[in-house]
């Protein structure tokens, strides 16, 4: 960890020198690409560090390639096998999960859109819906659930001119791809309205992956005087996707297109129907102090034909949040603090039937008898609260502390009558601090320090023993964070950096293991370490009053290992973390063009990844090319056309752009470890809107 500490003193002092060059006041933020905003950008999160993926960037890449924009912020790595198939990690956390994204909190419109289970599925948005995607690394969040991985917030577009605005995008491309979004936008002083509707077909790259979603958005703010408003949320995606699975290394060299066999021969899928709905109440109680309140609603029905066995399953969710903004007067400064609660439960159902696609002559899944039936409450609760006091004009300290209290409520329906089957699991109360120092050059740069404690519950699988019984031993995860870093503006604030040195110490650890074809068991294994180095940066030339050329890149450096980790008869402790690659780099350039023309390119390096605990597989590393160009008209007054390119893959490169680590082969076939990228792949875009 010295070594941490020195690299980032010496980069420090380094940058330190140009910071004298910033001029009061004259900040520019660059919107273009990847940026944090100096001043706060969330008012719940206070002074705590945030990454921010704003609506510019998302042109660096396909309005469908939701990994590859996410995939620019350092320390975030999201592995994509499908449309459908998606794992989010951030820092290594949550890289030992088998399948979907864990150990982090999903907030759509700052409504907590994980499941109770701690899934999220961010598969379920369109990209094109975002006005800007904020990250919060590590448990430093007290309002957004101190998870070990941290907190994901997606923010949707809004009008702010007023007037009617209407818009329609539509893209073609590889693979039989359409995607159309449309979105009609009403705003005066008391009412702001948008409505879209998207659509998304392709058949995919690979054998059996034809997916196919549609969805509608609904948000709408309603201005009731000049201390309160209410917001509408509603959100509707209904998509089914079929899925290829995973390939041996022998499929995935010679032919990555091909589905894995079982599944092509049971034309294996998922089909999804999901409902958000959300209200929003916000009064301003004094000049000092607000109040926001939000009640919501989640329903998911899922229906999932594998090889193995159907799943059949539906989650009724709802719950509240609630927090107080307030501020107050600290040594002739202002001070805030916040606090408030959030409350989620949900009724998990699910059953499961055999799958007889075998003597369905070759017409793929064909429902079978029950083979069992279940049904799970499951409840979260997190009290947050957090002071911010400003000691001097440039130095800053925020307090806050999560409260967090999980229960489980598992019932076997099919072997009800069967002792042990039914169990409840209360957690116990988990208190989570976390300090957050800051020290200001100017407005433009500045450094920061924090420490603080997080954790993550174990999901259904995880707390189950191999009978189906709930597992009294499991418990959560939990971990303490150390972060240090700088963000500024410097050489006339053309140049914004981003660097930040961390550890993380986990304890606990839950370990999934794979005992059947699609049979799971969790236990506490040991403990790890989460270390690296992450940076952000870019540069804008201005050639001319019209001309920009902004140069940008982000480099992870992951040194994650086991600390103590014992499975069985053997002993991993000391090896690199499973799943996740030790160096990332993410380069780009962007050619500006006044308003009208922009050209971008961007480069990804992902370095070679251990595949099982004992590192004696790892897969290959890779390098990706995509470029992407646009311009944009106004033909007759407030209608304007635009018209986008781009290429993906440029190079046509053979890699897996998601991983399954510990792959077990059944039946004497090859682990399956890789999920093929695309190959070479194009797509167009043309955009009309429309300002009355």
Known sequence: MKYYILFFILISSFFFGFTQELEKDSITYLKEVIIYNPNKTNETLGITPTSIIREKAFQNHSPIDVASSINQISGVYLLSGALNTNRITIRGVGARTPFGTDKLRLYFQNVPVTSGNGFSTIEAYDLENLTSIEVVKGPKGTAYGTNLGGAILLNTKKQKAKGTFFANNITLGSYGLVKDNLSIAHSTDSLAFNLSYNHLNTEGYRENSTFNRDG???????????????????????????????????????????????????????????TLMGLSYNYKISRELENTTSIFYTYLDHYEARPFNILDEFTNGYGFRTQFIGHFGYQDRSASYLFGGELYKDEYNWKTYENLYQDNNGNGSLQGNELSRNKEYRR???????????????????????????????????????????????????????????????????????????????????????????????????????????????????????????????NDLLVSQRIGDDQFIGKNAGSTRHQGIELDLNYTFELSSHLKIIPFASYTLSDHKFVDFVDGNNDYSGNPLTGVPKNRINLGLRLNYSESFYWNTTYQYVDDIPLTDANTLYSEPYTILNTRLGYKKEIVDNLNISLDFGINNIFDVNYAQSVLINAVGFGGAEPRYYYPGNDRNFYVSLGLSYQL
């Not at 954790?455 to 189906?468: A, Q």
């Open 380 to 506: 979260q609760f997190n009290a947050f609260a957090s002071v911010t006091l400003p000691f001097t004009n440039r130095f800053n300290m925020q307090l806050g502390v999560n409260l967090n209290k999980t229960h489980y409520d598992y019932r076997d329906l099919y072997n009800s009558g069967v002792a042990n089957k039914n169990a409840k699991r209360d957690f116990d109360l988990i208190i989570m601090p976390s300090l957050d120092l800051v020290y200001s050059f100017r407005e433009g740069g500045q450094v920061y320090a924090n420490i603080s404690r997080g954790f993550s519950n174990p999901g259904l699988e995880e707390t189950l023993t191999p009978d189906g019984i709930i597992n009294p031993e499991i418990v959560q995860e939990k971990g303490v964070n150390y972060e240090l870093g700088t963000k500024m503006y410097l050489v006339r604030n053309k140049l914004w950096l981003n660097l930040a040195i961390f550890r993380m110490n986990i």
């Open 216 to 274: 509608l958005l609904l948000t709408t703010s309603v201005k009731l005087n000049s201390k309160s408003s209410i917001d509408i949320l509603a959100n509707y995606i209904d998509y089914t996707a079929q899925i290829p699975s995973s390939l041996g290394i022998t499929a995935f060299t010679e032919n990555p297109q091909q589905a894995a066999f079982t599944w092509k021969q049971a034309q294996g899928f998922e089909s999804n129907k999901y």
